[in-house]
């Protein structure tokens, strides 16, 4: 079945370092891949997505790219700030992302906490 | 207003009490879930449903039920609570065929103890 692995956590760094945060899945077919984002106290929220291998996603100075040959969709931001002290889930789809992402599944989620 | 919201944030309840967790959508979405976060576990599916017709489980549905009532509302039931199943609580919707709505936006979840 499908599944996928992230980075244990907790990570913490200080404001304006760089992150990194693993990911990599198994799956058949095409997957689309995920990272949503979960501040504390709220739901999850998409942060970027991928629909194909080699795309890029990119949000809020977040980015990951669809690596198919290693499987991996690792999230990226140069300088991070305070404010993304939050739970971060990879995942992905069981089926084309233009029919609707109707069953994904997580990774464990990393916590991130920045220090001023 | 939240498009997706859930009823009670939070509960405590007794071992073998029934327990009934509500989620309400206005976006419209055709396609609702249910899921439970454990720590170190990430999110896992409890149910999921299509349209109002259509119910399926999900990774771990046993313990629980839920009703389709309408559209906009998801209900997820737990008949005889047990203390593993404390867990925070999410509903999700979506709806592909929306244009560029193929993710799935969450509720704000519902922390549910039993004792």
């Known amino acids: 079945g499908n599944s996928v692995t992230q980075m244990e956590g907790p990570v913490t760094l200080s404001e304006e370092a760089f992150l990194t945060i693993n990911c990599t899945y198994t799956?058949?077919?095409?997957?689309?891949l995920f990272w949503y984002v979960q501040y504390p106290g709220e739901g999850l929220q998409l942060l970027l997505k991928?629909?194909?291998?080699?795309d890029k996603g990119s949000n809020k100075g977040f980015e990951a790219t669809y690596r198919k040959e290693t499987t991996s969709f690792h999230l990226e931001k140069g300088s991070v700030q305070v404010s993304d002290s939050a739970v971060y889930f990879c995942a992905l789809s069981d089926g084309p992302s233009n029919f609707g992402n109707e069953k994904l599944t997580f990774g464990t989620g990393t916590r991130l906490t920045i220090i001023p | 207003d939240a498009d997706v919201t859930q009823t009670p944030r939070n509960r405590i309840t007794k071992t073998g009490k029934r327990i009934m967790l509500e989620c309400s959508q206005t976006?419209?979405?055709?396609?609702m879930y249910w899921y439970r976060q454990d720590p170190g576990l990430g999110l896992r599916l409890i149910y999921y449903?299509?349209?109002?017709?259509?119910?399926n489980k999900g990774e771990i549905s046993d313990g629980y039920s839920v009703s389709r009532q309408a559209q906009a509302k998801f209900s997820l039931s737990l008949e005889s609570a047990i203390p593993n199943q404390t867990a925070l609580y999410f509903c999700?919707?979506?709806?592909?065929?929306?244009?560029?709505?193929?993710?799935?936006?969450f509720g704000p979840g519902t922390r549910l103890t039993v004792l």
């Open positions: 449903s299509f349209d109002v017709k259509d119910i």
């Open positions: 999700a919707t979506s709806d592909p065929g929306l244009a560029g709505e193929d993710e799935q936006f």
């Open positions: 976006k419209g979405h055709d396609r």
């Open positions: 799956a058949t077919g095409y997957p689309s």
């Open positions: 991928a629909t194909k291998a080699d």
